[in-house]
Every structure is written in structure tokens, then in C-alpha cells.
Antibody, heavy 121, light 108 residues
Framework: QVQLAQSGAEVKRPGASVKVSCQAS????????MNWVRQAPGQGLEWMGM????????TYAQRFQGRITVTRDTSTNTVYMELRGLRSEDTAVYYC??????????????WGRGTLVTVSS | SFVLTQPPSVSVAPGQTARIPCGGR??????VHWYQQKPGQAPVLVVY???DRPSGIPQRFSGSNSGNTATLTISRVEAGDEADYYC???????????FGGGSKLTVL
């Protein structure tokens, strides 16, 4: 059974950085990409980026380029998402989600429970 | 990036059929996936590759995709189906995931 265990809620000041973790279990970690998706209060889902745990290569959404870094630790089956230069608009629930490919497409088949990040002075 | 358009809300009476559209330019040439999100919970994949269901998802959930519109269909709607529903594609131009804005399904 796939499980994605995320780290706990964070409160940060504007300009600070946050690092959220996602520990995977129940499958072979390096065989599935891991994604980060966020959801601001009352808003929709926003894809931030992904990592190939096998080689560590990353792809980021344009709007987060330069502010986001996704890394992984294959010894603990954990993926990390760091977001820098936080502003109030970054207040959101951050989800990790496992990616799977099928017939030339890509979807997110398992999700963590989410980590609330609050940015406030 | 690829733009997906969903109506903000869809309403249906219990026992009836709900159809939630997802519009996109020539979306029929892409594979569309659907997620259900109930309040305070993480999204759950309910349909992938246009019309396939993950294990554990009731047969009442189905999907179709043609032309410029993909549709999630929920038959015999129950109160427990009330949720936000998001469509998603893989944008091959940018190698990014693209989500629709979401549709809130209200069961009257």
C-alpha cells in the first residue's frame, strides 16, 4: 500500500524559506516520479514541480523557477521541497503526489495528506 | 502552458447523473485525468487516461474525451459525491502537469 508521509505544519516570516518533506513507503521509491502540488486557501490545485528519484533530475513550473528546489534521499525514501523568499501568497497546503505514466500520459495516483505552510509577519 | 477550463459549479439531484466538463484546445488528442477532493482532504484520483478507473473507485464514475471537451460523468449521484473535481493533463509542450480550475459538485 502506497503511503506518503509529510512533515508537519510550518509558520514562517516573509522572506524566509521552508523545507517540506515527504517520506514514501509501500513501493520501490526510485521507480516513480514525485511531484509537489500546492493549494492556497479556497483556491485550486497548482503544480509546482517534480523529481525523478532515480537520477535526481528535476522539472519546475515556470513561476517557481529560482525559488524552489526539490531533492531526494534514496537512503530514507524521502523527497524534500524547499521554497525560498516566502511571501503571504505562498500560504497554502503543500502536497506531495506520486506520478505515474500510462499510454503516453502522466497522472498523480497517490497523494500525501498535505502540509500547511503559513506565511505571516 | 495548456489551459483547461471548468465551470466553477455543477449541481445535481441525488440519484441523477452529473456531468462535469473540462474544456481545452483539441483536448481529445490528449489523455485526461480526474481528481476528487472533499473538504479538508487530499485529492483522490478517480479517472485516469480519459476513462479508466483506479481500483476501489465505483463504476458510477466514468469519463470521456473528444474534440475540445473531456467529461467526467457520475451516475446515480449520492450525497457523498459532493466535492471539488479537477481535470488534469500532461502538457507535452512544457513537460508540466496542468490542472483545470476545479468544479464544485453540489448535491441538491
Amino acid at each position: 500500500q502506497v503511503q506518503l508521509a509529510q512533515s508537519g505544519a510550518e509558520v514562517k516570516r516573509p522572506g524566509a524559506s521552508v523545507k517540506v518533506s515527504c517520506q514514501a513507503s509501500g513501493y520501490t521509491f526510485i521507480t516513480y516520479y514525485m511531484n509537489w502540488v500546492r493549494q492556497a486557501p479556497g483556491q485550486g490545485l497548482e503544480w509546482m514541480g517534480m523529481i525523478n528519484p532515480s537520477g535526481g533530475t528535476t522539472t519546475y513550473a515556470q513561476r517557481f523557477q529560482g525559488r524552489i528546489t526539490v531533492t531526494r534521499d534514496t537512503s530514507t525514501n524521502t523527497v524534500y521541497m524547499e521554497l525560498r523568499g516566502l511571501r503571504s501568497e505562498d500560504t497554502a497546503v503543500y502536497y506531495c503526489a506520486r506520478g505515474d505514466a500510462y499510454r503516453g500520459s502522466y497522472y498523480l495516483d497517490s497523494w500525501g495528506r498535505g502540509t500547511l505552510v503559513t506565511v505571516s509577519s | 502552458s495548456f489551459v483547461l477550463t471548468q465551470p466553477p459549479s455543477v449541481s445535481v439531484a441525488p440519484g441523477q447523473t452529473a456531468r462535469i466538463p473540462c474544456g481545452g484546445r483539441n483536448i481529445g488528442s490528449r489523455s485526461v485525468h480526474w481528481y476528487q477532493q472533499k473538504p479538508g482532504q487530499a485529492p483522490v484520483l478517480v479517472v485516469y487516461a480519459d476513462s479508466d478507473r483506479p481500483s476501489g473507485i465505483p463504476q458510477r464514475f466514468s469519463g470521456s474525451n473528444s474534440g475540445n471537451t473531456a467529461t467526467l460523468t457520475i451516475s446515480r449521484v449520492e450525497a457523498g459525491d459532493e466535492a471539488d473535481y479537477y481535470c488534469q493533463v500532461w502538457d507535452t509542450n512544457t513537460d508540466h502537469v496542468a490542472f483545470g480550475g476545479g468544479s464544485k459538485l453540489t448535491v441538491l
